[in-house]
Every structure is written in C-alpha cells, then in structure tokens.
C-alpha cells in the first residue's frame, strides 16, 4: 500500500466488482440480471461520492481564512 499511487488504488477499487462480475459469468456460468447491474451500479456510484466527497471538504478547508 505504501507503494501504491492514489490513481492504482482508486483504477483497482472501480475495477473490482466489474471484473468479479465477468469472472462469474465466465467461470462459474452465473447469469447478469439486472439486479447484479444495479448493484454494480450502487457500488460504482458509492465509490465515486466517496472519492469526491473528500476532495470537496479538503477544498472548503483551505478555502477558510486563517
């Protein structure tokens, strides 16, 4: 983790569930419904705020006057 970039670990953390996705369509024969692509959806989205979510309080914080 050290060693790692921002942008691996963010490019991993979005890759992820899509990828498991298609591993168990592939290997494991599992169907996508529409169920998995919502939840995927969720996820992704989740992901996204989160990520956004802390650049924004880092720029109201340095947006305060000292």
Same mark, same amino acid.
């Given at each position: ?5 921002p942008e691996f670990a963010t490019s991993v953390?979005? =890759? &992820? /569930?899509?990828?498991?996705? %298609?591993?168990?369509?592939? =290997?494991?024969? @599992? /169907?996508?419904?529409?169920? =998995?692509? %919502?939840?995927? %959806? =969720?996820?992704?989205?989740? &992901? ?7 650049? %924004?309080?880092? @720029?109201? &914080?340095?947006?305060? /006057?000292?």
């Open positions: 983790m050290k060693k790692g970039s953390t979005y =890759l &992820v /569930p899509a990828t498991a996705m %298609i591993w168990g369509y592939t =290997l494991l024969d @599992e /169907p996508i419904g529409w169920s =998995l692509i %919502i939840g995927l %959806i =969720l996820i992704l989205s989740g &992901v996204f705020i989160t990520n956004r979510g802390g650049r %924004i309080r880092k @720029e109201r &914080v340095a947006a305060v /006057p000292k």
